[in-house]
């Protein structure tokens, strides 16, 4: 945090916590509604679920701009323009008349959302440091979690009482309630003294300067494989739980509610302890206890009990430790960074997370899944690979001077 921006009144926590809410809402508040959408538009299940992946891509993609624009102009103007395609992307998609135009919309409304996401994490960058930083981006990283686990249970009664057009305007209504509580309440965070400026020519060499500190590296890639396993969990359940399992689209989100729980434990314990027990300590006992809940997952699921009631305990361990890991590894990648670079640090993250994300729900959709063991086998994947990122890039490279 600079002395410019110490001298700026700190962002809401509430409101950052509701913009990220408000953009990872979007991605699972419709998936009870996926057969029907199938149905009405007269597609198949695959092309529907490639809404899924076009968010997560277009999210991703669309970080490596929204970064370096917030670090050149400011904050709030490009936060309230990506609200604003948000809105509009969540209106076109209730409108959509085809799976073509759904998709598109997608998109759109991917490149809005992202913006919650990258300014928030700057914005704390530039009013906070140290334990508050990490409690900040504890909160945040709740609401990152809970958000998408949280939506199918809204997502299904909508479903059920509206159809399926009514999950699209439910976050059309949240982009235009927080499009306005941003206009009225965030000031802007980054002084104009703070700025940097980096021209379109330069955005590949400022990423790969970045991508050359191994400490950021190591903090960013750990979060994000431990996304991705978030990622393909959310993707997976519902062909495991609904179709192989026989869970109906109406109830099928209680059974989820074991991993917002256990991630809400993690970062509840992670925001209490982090002055006093060092980030990275966090960090490796976050993995210990992912790899242990989704080895679990995995032991269950080829001894032929794997059940949504069975998954409960073992997917609340899991979590636990995700609510260690990835808040305390995003903040320490941005700890790694000059504050006028924050903006870009913060991009690249999110574009590993959700590149991540991405590549973890294209491998769920090529799956044929049997059982749960085809989602344990790649979260246990993904949990170990965010370990070692941690333990090979970050506790065995001396921090920079």
Do not use: H
């Not at 409101?15 to 009870?32: D, E, G, H, R």
């Not at 032929?304 to 305390?328: A, E, K, M, Q, R």
């Amino acid at each position: 945090m600079t002395d410019s921006a110490a001298d700026s009144a700190p962002a809401p926590v509430a409101l950052l916590v509701a913009l990220m809410v408000v953009s990872q809402v979007a991605i699972t508040i419709f998936l009870p509604s996926l057969p029907s959408i199938a149905e009405d538009l007269g597609t198949s299940q695959a092309l529907v679920q490639m809404t899924i992946s076009a968010y997560l891509g277009s999210f991703a993609l669309a970080q490596l701009v929204v970064g370096p624009l917030s670090d050149a102009i400011g904050r709030r103007r490009p936060l309230i323009a990506g609200l604003v395609l948000f809105t509009l992307g969540g209106l076109a998609c209730a409108l959509a008349p085809n799976i073509t135009f759904l998709v598109t919309a997608r998109v759109v409304q991917a490149v809005g959302g992202c913006a919650c996401i990258v300014i928030s994490r700057a914005i704390v960058r530039d009013t906070t440091d140290g334990p508050a930083a990490t409690r900040a981006m504890a909160y945040l990283g709740m609401s990152l979690a809970v958000a998408p686990m949280v939506a199918p249970l809204v997502g299904g009664q909508l479903e059920m009482r509206f159809g399926w057009q009514s999950s699209f305007l439910a976050t059309a209504l949240m982009g235009g309630g927080a499009l306005v509580a941003t206009l009225l309440t965030l000031k802007e965070t980054l002084p104009p003294a703070a700025r940097q400026f980096t021209r379109a020519s330069n955005l590949i060499s400022t990423y790969l300067n970045l991508s050359r500190m191994v400490r950021f590296m190591g903090y960013s890639l750990s979060a994000g494989a431990m996304a991705a396993t978030f990622q393909a969990f959310l993707a997976g359940t519902p062909i495991a739980f609904i179709i192989v399992m026989g869970v109906s689209p109406e109830t099928f989100g209680f059974f989820l509610i074991s991993a917002p729980a256990g991630y809400i434990v993690g970062n509840f314990i992670a925001s209490r302890l982090a002055r006093t027990v060092p980030r990275e300590r966090m960090i490796w006992i976050g993995g210990i206890l992912s790899i242990a809940g989704t080895s679990a997952t995995v032991a269950l699921a080829l001894g032929g009990l794997d059940t949504p009631t069975t998954l409960i305990l073992p997917v609340f361990i899991y979590s636990w430790g995700s609510g260690f890991l990835i808040p305390n590894s995003l903040a320490g990648a941005l700890t790694e960074v000059e504050p006028a670079a924050a903006g870009s640090a913060s991009a690249l993250g999110g574009f590993i997370q959700m590149g991540a994300g991405f590549l973890s729900t294209l491998a769920i959709a090529s799956l044929v899944q049997t059982s749960f063991l085809q989602i344990g086998l790649l979260m246990l994947g993904c949990s170990i690979l965010s370990w070692l990122f941690f333990n090979v890039m970050v506790r065995s490279e001396k921090p920079a001077a």
